[in-house]
C-alpha cells in the first residue's frame, strides 16, 4: 500500500510544527529529525514540551510549576498560573479578515469582522453582568450553529462563568437532562433553527425548558427565524440578544483549571456526564491540536460542519485563537443536495474543512466529484472525525477533493474535548489509518495484562497525563464517578474504551469501541472493519454489526443492514456481503444473519448504538439500555427488541 498524500519539503519547511521543533532546539538544545522524534521528546519530557507550548504561543508568564503532579487522576497542571482562554482570542484582533463567516441554507453568506466579534462579546459580557452572573455560574445555551452562540460562549468565558450548550435539534427533555444538571442562570436561545429546507420552530421546547430551569433569571433570545413572539408563553420575557448596549472588553483572569465549559457524553446509559474543562487545559490543547498539528493559522479559514451539542464546535471555536477564520453553518450538509458541505466549502475559501465517514460515504454513492463540481483550489486538508474512515472512502477522497488535499482523519473524544491521534503537516496519510500520535500524547495500546502490543489490537491507553483531561466530573464530588470512567482497569493510566492497532510506521488503526468488539471463536475484531466493507456496497445505506453472547453458551452475530432506495436484499446480495466480509475482513466473522433493519440508531452526535442493542439482545429491556431522549431515533428500540432472538 502507497501513501495518499505525502509532504513536500516545501510543505515540512513551511509547516508551523517545524517552526516549533526549531523553537524548541534554541531553548532546549534538543534537535529531533523528523516527528516522531519530535513527539517521542513530547512525552518523554511532558513537562518541558507543555511549557515550551506556553512560551511558544507566548501566553504570559508561568507562575510557579509546569506539572506539579503527574498522578491520574489528578494531576496538576500549572498550579498558581492565571489567565482567561479568551484574552488569546482578542489578542488575534485584525482588520484584513473575518473572524466569523455564518452560512444558512437559505441566506446569503454573513462576515463578523474582528471588531465585531470582540465588540458583541464585550456588550455581551455586560448584559450577563448586569443580570448578576459571577464566576462558577452556569450560562446555558440552546442555539442553532451561529455566531451569536459563539459570542455568547465567548462572554461567559470572559467573567469567569461556565458555559454548556445543547443544539436544538435536542428535544425539550433531551436538552434538559443535560442543562437541567447545572442549575443554570441564564438561558440563551433561539426562536429556531434551519435544516434540510424548513424551518424548525422551538418556541414551545423553549418553553417547556424555561420551565424546567428553575434557577433561571432571564432568558435571553436571538431572533434566527424571525418568529413572533405568543403572548402566552413564558418567551415573551426574554431579553432580546440585540439590546446589549455597547462596552469594552474585559476578562477575568482564573486559575489554570478553573471550569471553561461543561460538554456531555451521550447519555446513552442514564443522564448525560457533564464533563468539565479548565481554561487553561483547552487553550494549550487547542493552540497544539489547531496550530502544530492542523497547521492552522492567520491565513486559513476552518470549516468543520458541526453543532453546539457536539466537542467539535468547541473545537472549531479555537480556531480563532490563532487567528483563522471560522464557519458558523445552520443547516443539512445534504441540502439543497449531496455536495451542499462542498459548496460551502467553496463559496468561503474554505482551507480546512471537516466532515464525518458517513457524509463522504454519501457523496460517493450519489456520484458527486466536488473538486470538478466547485471551486475548490483553496482547500488544503480534509479533516475527517466521528468513527473509522474506510480506505475506499480516504482514496475517493484523495482523487475528489481539492487538489492535493491532505485527507487528516482524526481521533480521540468528548472527554478531552480533542483528539489523541491524527495529521500532521510532517508525516504521509496512509489510507485507512490515522497518521500518527499527537505531541504530548502518550497513547499506547496495552492487552489484557496491561503491557504495550505492536502491530495487534490493543486497548487504546493514556500513559501520561494532558492538560485538557477532564479538571472533573459534574456533581461528582469525590471523584469515584470520574475514576472509574477511565481508570478501573489499568491502574493510573486512562484506558479510553477503544480497540487501536500501532503499526511499525507509527500510524494507528481504530477498530471501534472496546465494549462493542466481536469475539467469535475467541478471535477479537472491531466492528469498524466490517462497516468499511459492507457499507462500500451501493445497495446498503447504513449497517450495524453486534456479537451477543447468549445464556445456552451461544454467540449470536447478527448483520442489519439499511437498504438505499430501491434495492432489495436478495439473495445473491446475501451472498455478495459474506464473501466480501470473508475476503476483506476475516472468514471468521461472517455474520450469522443479514437482516434489512428500517434504520440504525445513534446517539445525538452520529455514533452507532451498538453496547445497547447487544444489552438488548442478551435479555435487557429497552428502556433499561439507553435513556431513549438520547437516540435520534428511539423508536427503533422498539423494533430491534423485537427481533432479537427468542433464547435470550
Excluded at 510549576?65 to 491520574?72: G, N
Aim: overall charge negative; glycine content about 8%; charged content about 20%.
Amino acid at each position: 500500500m502507497q501513501p495518499q498524500w505525502v509532504p513536500t519539503e516545501q510543505d515540512i519547511a513551511d509547516a508551523r510544527i517545524t517552526d516549533f521543533a526549531k523553537f524548541v532546539e534554541a531553548r532546549t538544545g534538543v534537535a529531533t529529525s523528523d516527528y516522531h522524534e519530535l513527539w517521542q521528546w513530547s512525552v518523554d519530557e511532558l513537562a518541558d514540551f507543555w511549557h515550551a507550548v506556553w512560551d511558544y504561543f507566548e501566553l504570559g508568564n508561568v507562575a510557579g510549576d509546569v506539572l506539579a503532579s503527574a498522578e491520574m487522576p489528578g494531576a496538576q497542571w500549572f498550579p498558581g498560573t492565571r489567565l482567561n482562554y479568551v484574552d488569546q482570542i482578542v489578542r488575534q484582533f485584525r482588520s484584513d479578515r473575518p473572524a466569523i463567516i455564518a452560512a444558512s441554507e437559505d441566506t446569503p453568506l454573513r462576515e463578523v469582522s474582528w471588531a465585531e466579534l470582540i465588540d458583541n462579546t464585550a456588550a455581551f459580557t455586560q448584559t450577563l453582568r448586569s443580570l448578576g452572573v459571577q464566576a462558577g455560574d452556569r450560562v446555558a445555551g440552546y442555539l442553532p450553529n451561529i455566531p451569536e452562540a459563539v459570542v455568547a460562549f465567548l462572554a461567559t468565558a470572559s467573567i469567569g462563568a461556565i458555559w454548556s450548550a445543547c443544539g436544538q435539534d435536542y428535544s425539550a427533555k433531551a436538552a434538559l437532562d443535560r442543562l437541567g444538571q447545572l442549575e443554570p442562570t441564564v438561558l440563551i436561545t433561539a426562536d429556531g433553527y434551519r435544516f434540510g429546507g424548513k424551518a424548525h420552530d422551538k418556541r414551545d421546547d423553549i418553553a417547556t425548558l424555561q420551565a424546567g430551569l428553575g434557577t433561571l433569571r432571564a432568558t435571553i433570545a436571538v431572533s434566527q427565524l424571525g418568529l413572533d413572539v405568543p403572548d402566552a408563553t413564558p418567551w415573551r420575557d426574554a431579553i432580546s440578544y440585540d439590546e446589549a448596549a455597547p462596552a469594552v472588553i474585559t476578562t477575568a483572569a482564573v486559575d489554570f483549571d478553573h471550569p471553561l465549559w461543561i460538554v456531555f457524553s451521550s447519555g446513552t446509559t442514564g443522564l448525560p456526564k457533564g464533563i468539565v474543562h479548565g481554561h487553561g487545559g483547552v487553550l494549550l490543547e487547542h493552540l497544539k491540536a489547531i496550530a502544530l498539528q492542523s497547521d492552522i493559522g492567520v491565513d486559513d479559514t476552518f470549516f468543520w460542519y458541526t453543532s453546539p451539542s457536539w466537542m467539535m464546535w468547541n473545537f472549531q471555536v479555537s480556531g480563532l485563537l490563532v487567528g483563522a477564520t471560522i464557519v458558523c453553518y445552520d443547516g443539512s450538509p445534504t441540502h439543497p443536495a449531496t455536495d451542499g458541505l462542498w459548496r460551502i466549502a467553496a463559496e468561503t475559501r474554505t482551507t480546512v474543512l471537516g466532515t464525518s465517514p458517513g457524509y463522504v460515504l454519501a457523496c460517493i454513492k450519489a456520484g458527486v466529484v466536488p473538486r470538478s463540481e466547485h471551486d475548490l483550489s483553496a482547500l488544503r486538508s480534509v479533516g475527517i472525525s466521528g468513527s473509522a474512515l474506510p480506505t475506499s472512502s480516504a482514496l475517493w477522497l484523495t482523487e475528489n477533493a481539492g487538489d492535493g488535499a491532505q485527507i487528516n482523519s482524526i481521533s480521540g473524544g468528548t472527554d478531552v474535548v480533542s483528539a489523541f491521534v491524527g495529521g500532521s503537516r510532517m508525516v504521509p496519510a496512509w489510507p485507512g489509518e490515522l497518521s500518527t500520535r499527537f505531541l504530548g500524547t502518550a497513547l499506547d495500546a496495552f492487552d489484557g495484562t496491561g503491557q504495550p502490543v505492536r502491530d495487534e489490537v490493543g486497548e487504546l491507553v493514556i500513559t501520561k497525563p494532558m492538560p485538557s483531561m477532564p479538571v472533573s466530573f459534574w456533581n461528582d464530588p469525590d471523584g469515584k464517578r470520574y475514576h472509574d470512567a477511565y481508570f478501573d482497569m489499568y491502574p493510573g493510566v486512562w484506558r479510553h474504551g477503544d480497540w487501536i492497532t500501532i503499526t511499525d510506521r507509527n500510524t494507528v488503526l481504530v477498530h471501534g469501541r472496546s465494549d462493542s468488539t466481536l469475539n467469535r471463536h475467541g478471535i477479537r475484531m472491531g466492528s469498524a472493519d466490517i462497516y468499511q466493507s459492507v457499507e462500500g456496497l451501493p445497495e446498503i445505506a447504513e449497517a450495524l454489526v453486534i456479537g451477543a453472547e447468549q445464556p445456552d453458551g451461544g454467540y449470536w452475530m447478527p448483520l442489519f443492514v439499511v437498504l438505499a432506495p430501491g434495492a432489495e436484499l436478495t439473495e445473491e446480495l446475501k451472498t455478495r456481503i459474506s464473501t466480501l466480509i470473508r475476503t476483506e475482513v476475516s472468514p471468521r466473522h461472517v455474520p450469522d444473519e443479514i437482516l434489512v433493519a428500517p434504520g440504525i440508531p445513534h446517539t445525538r452526535t452520529g455514533k452507532k448504538l451498538e453496547v445497547p442493542i447487544k444489552k438488548l439482545f442478551q435479555g435487557a429491556e429497552a428502556d433499561r439500555v439507553v435513556e431513549r431522549s438520547a437516540v435520534d431515533n428511539p423508536d427503533l428500540l422498539d423494533w430491534y427488541a423485537a427481533v432479537r432472538p427468542a433464547t435470550s
